[in-house]
């Protein structure tokens, strides 16, 4: 999907966009740039909320212990 830019720096988000994310009026959008690419997030009105269950099916201490020893690794 593409938009293009106004004068003014604006852009219009694509509806399916939009209704995918719930993007609606009022929402918040985070850009990131990392050097090679910019990354558009909406950012959540409560974000503990949004969290809920996401990470049910994970073990977190065993990410966490995995995520340390590579730092570790490459620290």
């Not at 209704?19 to 929402?27: A, D, E, F, L, S």
């Not at 974000?47 to 690794?73: H, Q």
Request: hydrophobic fraction near 35%.
């Amino acid at each position: 999907m593409k938009s293009t830019v106004t004068v003014r720096g604006q852009t219009a988000i694509p509806v399916a966009i939009r209704k995918r994310y719930n993007i609606v009026p009022q929402t918040m959008l985070e850009w990131i740039d990392d050097g090679h690419t910019i990354t558009v997030l909406p950012v959540e009105q409560d974000p503990i909320s949004a969290l809920k269950g996401k990470f049910k099916n994970t073990d977190l201490l065993k990410a966490l212990l995995k995520s340390r020893r590579e730092e570790r690794r490459h620290g």
